[in-house]
Each structure stands twice: as C-alpha cells, then as structure tokens.
C-alpha cells in the first residue's frame, strides 16, 4: 500500500527523500509529499498524481531541510487530492501514514468537540491533530506520539515530524512494516529496505507494537509495554541495479525476462549435486496428515497449483483458502497439520492474520520472498523464493518462483512420506533442471505472442480454460490481463464451461485455452469444440504434438515447449504474462502501476 521514508541528515533532506519515494512508488501512486524542519520550522509539499508531479513542485517551489518525511499514497479514506495527500500537519506535527486507522470517527468528533477542526476525508488526519492535541497539553514530542499511538486502532506504521525538532523523528508499527537505516551521521526510515537500499545495508526491522525515537547519532526502540527493546541490526543484500529498468520498456516487461535467470537462482539454493537439499527444520512429512494452504491474489493461484501436486506425489489431502476468508470461518485444525502461507512481500495483511489465527494450534511454514518480512519471522520455518526485488505490481517471477518452490516441497513430501521412491525422486529434480532454459524458450514466443495481444486489445470480454493443473492458470492468466489491460477476464475448468460459461461464447468473446498435450487434452479439445461450434474464437497456447492435434478451427495458436507434465503449470505461466503485458502495452494502459492497485497490500 501506501510507502513511508524519513532521513535524518546533514545534507538537504528534499532530494533524497523523492529518490527513496521512487523506489517505493509500486506500493501507492495517486499523490505524494514530503515534509522538513529547516531552522526549527515545519514545511510541507504535496502533489496529486505520479511521483513526477511532486519533483516538478519540488523545483518551482522547493523546500530546503536536512530533516524529512515523506509518503506516497495509496488512497484508502478519501478521494485522491492534494488535501487528502500526506503528509498530514496540524499546527507544530507532520505525519505520514500507512495502514488503516479504525476508530478514526470516534477520535474525530472527540477531538472537533475539542475544538480542533478538520480539513481532510482521511483517517490519517486524525493521527495528527491528536498529537496536537496531546503537545497543546504540554506533553514533549515524543510522549505526544507515544500517548496519541496508545489511542489507535487498526494497522499502521507511522512517522511524526515536529516543528522546532530538528533532529527527531517518531516512528511506530503495528500491522504495517517499518524499518530503521543506519548511515554515518544520519538515520533513515522505510516501508521496505528497497527504498534505503541506496543509502545504507544496515537495518533494524521494527517489530509488532515497537515505537523508536530516532536522532541522527542514536535510535530508542521499546515495544508495545513500554519496556526498551534491543532489535537485531541486520545487513541486508539488496542488488539496486535490479530495480532498475534495464532498457526494457516496464519493470513487469523485465521481470517476465529474468525469470530463467531467478529459477536457476532458486534451483542452486535448494539442489546440490543432483539432490533435493532444503533446510534442515522443515517438518517431517511423515506425520503430516493434512496440509493448508493461505495466500492472496496470485500467491492463492500457486497454492491451488501445488494442491495438485501434494495431493498426487505425497497423497495427503490439501485445503486451499483465501487469506481474507480462512480466519473468519474459524476451519478446525489439528495437531498434526501443516499450515503453509504464501506470500510475495511476507507483509500482506490478510495472510499475516490468518498466520496468527492458527500458529499455536498448526506447525507454521511460509513461502516468501523477503526472508527478513513479518511472515517469515513468525513462521516456524520459511523458505525464500530467491526471486529477487519485483517492482512490477502483477506478479511474474515471484509466482514462477513461488511454484518452483512448492514443487520442490511437494516432492520432498512425497519422498518422505514413501510414494516417490528415490529413482523417482531423481528423475524429477533432474527434469527441474531443465526450467530454465525451457522459460527462455518459451520467451521466444514473445514475437508471436504480441501479434496475438494486438487483436485481444480490442475485445471487452476474454475466457480463459484449463483442466487439471492448468485450471489454476487459467485463474492466473485471467486476473493477470484484467488487473494491467482492464479488459474483463474469468478463468474457468474447461468441464464448467457448459455449466454456465458457455453461455457467453460468440465471436467477439475470445477463449484462451492453456492445454499441454497430457492425459488430460482430448477432454479439454472436446470443450474447445464446443466453443468453435457457437462461433467462439480460440487461442490455443500448447506444445507440438497439441498442435499437430488440435489445431484445426483455431483462431490463434501459441506454442511452448514440452515439457515434463508435472512441471508444465510453471512453463505456462509464461504465455499467460506475456499475453497480458503485450495486450496491456498494446492498449496503453499503465502497464507496472494498474489502477487501483498496490504492490504489497498491508491492510485488510
């Protein structure tokens, strides 16, 4: 959702706080601003729109400081607009927001009973004006802060910015995540380490309900009893060089390319000589009689893959849930379930929740791609997915990623529960070996592919199909081209399709259908019949011999590799991305930041 920055330096603060809103521009995009103290007095600059619009104010109008805040936005509690945009001040206090504040109202009509009149639509205003509030008392900036976090509910992270204060900063965490940067004379503050990577490899991570002080030479960190708490300085590994373009037209364009380079990445973290080699800690799958799987979006499209695959190589039954669905129906669980959570950023709300729903009464493994995120920490084990930064808010390499490491799990459960025998065993981690350089082939479609998604730029209606493993992509290719092209897609079985679907089949509806030619395809050629008889237009995406079979009648043909049947869900995720970018660019659509959209979502 929305990003937070603050630095604490002895240069000018304006430049490097919009350098570090660039790079988390992917977590909100309607408005930004930044606020400095310079000599003792509190400024502000706003802008609606792209981060651009704020450093063209910044020029005309700029605001000098070497103390600082700043935000990009990710509207939640009012419109977009430059009074809704953070960061919010009232009288001597700034504040920047991310997170959802729930009593809002209640504080509200309090704090205009008392006089203080608001301004804004959003929740955040209220943050400040009961800081205010509570300096107009006396208090000293920080016990303002420290009293008006205690009166919050709901999920935040939070950074206060006081006039007269030139070296201070509050922060405060709670459900959203929040990191401290160490420099040489100076602090920083960040949603994520990607927007400090420039400018420190040393971070603390605040934990849940941690409040810090920070001054340029010291940070005081204490939780949420008030007691002083000693949080772990890490240094982090951040490449900066991969959040950067690289000559392609949108991040999303380049992370779809990098993908047979983070699968080989992947692939030599967890096989060694030849075998499966991954952490010591997992669970014994032995004794697992039922596993569960929670994510969100794209993430829950890879757990209704893997469902497949730990059901097939292992035989123990899978149950996949929506994140934001799980806790509230309050599912039974047992002591000798493993619950598995999937999530890209390891911050997203609802899965963060649905962990703490079950962690006592479940062994605990996450499937992330920031080791050092919140899901992670709480999990009994959690294994990266080594997909690097993705900055492109439709996921690619990270869900590639995210099944490639599900796979590798599926078969260790397999093994260990004594269905896969060792020559089996093998002869699949040998056939991992093959992705990658099958991805690259498959991204020698890309030509072809763009040729198919100039004609599927015109449609307002697309299906998609899949049977089996593939009924999963084709949810993901689906919500893949309506989140960046805003053309209205589903994903279906193939067998639903005379359930209800079919009905909507004419020539100007066309059907996607991802079909490898496995034990499966005669049944899915018989649903593309069905369509082609009602005049429906088919794009059928399958390898050669699925060609030779079935491609008579077919409007448009995409052909990939073959590949190992268990392995083909990851292979066809690449014409799903691929169809939906080049449709998306055909369009003009904002390709890397959709409307509406945000890269990690931290509130429910």
């Keep these: 959702m929305c990003g937070i920055v603050g630095i604490l330096s002895d240069h000018e603060a304006a430049p490097v706080l919009v350098e570090a809103l660039k790079r988390l521009e992917y977590r909100g995009y309607d408005s930004a601003g930044i606020a400095t103290v310079n000599d003792g007095k509190l400024d502000r600059r706003r802008a609606l729109g792209k981060l651009v619009n704020l450093a063209d104010l910044l020029v005309h109008d700029p605001l000098p400081g070497k103390s600082g805040i700043g935000h990009t936005r990710w509207a939640t509690h009012g419109a977009p607009s430059v009074t809704n945009a953070h960061p919010h001040q009232s009288g001597p206090v700034a504040v920047v927001h991310n997170g959802i504040i729930e009593n809002f109202r209640e504080l509200r009509e309090e704090l ?19 800081a205010q509030s509570f300096l107009d008392q006396g208090l000293s900036p920080r016990d303002a802060a420290e009293q008006t976090v205690a009166r919050l509910e709901g999920a935040f992270a939070l950074a206060f910015l006081f006039d007269g204060e030139n070296d201070l900063i509050v922060a405060a965490r709670k459900g959203s995540p929040l990191a401290v940067g160490y420099g040489n004379g100076e602090m920083y503050l960040g949603s994520d380490a990607i927007a400090l990577a420039p400018l420190t490899d040393r971070i603390t991570y605040l934990e849940e309900g941690d409040r810090a002080a920070i001054t340029r030479d010291s940070v005081e960190i204490w939780d949420a009893e008030g007691r002083v708490a000693n949080r772990e300085v890490r240094t982090i590994q951040i490449d900066t060089t991969r959040i950067e373009k690289d000559g392609h037209k949108h991040f999303m364009a380049k992370e779809i390319a990098e993908q047979p380079m983070v699968l080989a990445n992947a692939l030599a973290h967890y096989v060694k000589d030849g075998r499966l080699d991954m952490p010591a800690n997992l669970p014994d799958f032995a004794g697992i009689e039922r596993i ?11 757990c209704q893959t893997a469902k497949y695959w730990f059901e097939h190589l292992a035989g123990v039954p899978v149950e996949v849930d929506v994140a934001s669905e799980f806790r509230y129906r309050d599912a039974p669980v047992g002591p000798n379930t493993l619950a598995i959570f999937v999530s890209q950023s390891g911050e997203t709300a609802d899965t963060l929740a649905a962990l703490r729903h079950v962690a006592a009464r479940a062994q605990i493994l996450s499937v992330v791609n920031v080791p050092e995120s919140s899901i992670a920490r709480e999990s009994d084990v959690a294994l990266p997915i080594h997909a690097g930064t993705e900055i492109g808010v439709a996921s ?16 260790r459960a397999g093994a260990e529960k004594g269905r896969l025998d060792k020559a089996g065993l093998d002869a699949n981690v040998a056939a991992l070996a093959t992705l990658p350089g099958l991805f690259a082939q498959a991204l020698a479609a890309s030509d072809k592919i763009q040729a198919t998604a100039r004609k599927l730029a015109e449609a307002r209606d697309i299906l998609f199909l899949g049977r089996g493993p593939m009924y999963p992509l084709a949810l993901e290719g689906a919500l893949k081209l309506k989140e960046i092209s805003y053309i209205h897609a589903e994903g279906y079985a193939s067998g639903e399709l005379k359930h209800g679907p079919i009905a909507l089949i004419d020539p100007n509806v066309p059907v996607i259908v991802m079909a490898p030619a496995n034990g499966l395809f005669d049944k899915t050629v018989s649903n593309m019949q069905e369509v082609m008889a009602r005049g429906g237009k088919i794009v059928l995406i399958t390898d050669r011999k699925g060609r030779e079979m079935a491609s008579e009648g077919t409007w448009q043909v995409i052909e990939m590799p073959e590949i190992n049947e268990l392995m083909a869900p990851l292979l066809y995720a690449v014409p799903a991305q691929l ?23 931290t509130v429910e």
Excluded: W
Excluded at 112 to 130: N, R
Excluded at 396 to 411: N, R
């Design 112 to 130: 205009v009973v008392k006089g203080y009149a608001t301004e804004t639509e959003t929740d955040t205003e209220t943050v400040s004006l009961l």
């Design 396 to 411: 690619t390499k990270a869900f590639s990623c995210q099944l490639l490491v599900l796979l590798m799990l599926a078969l």
């Design 292 to 302: 569960i799987m929670v994510a969100c979006g794209t993430a829950f499209y890879a």
């Design 579 to 601: 169809l939906a970018y080049h449709t998306a660019d055909a369009k003009g659509t904002d390709v890397d930041q959709p409307r509406n959209l945000a890269k990690s979502v």
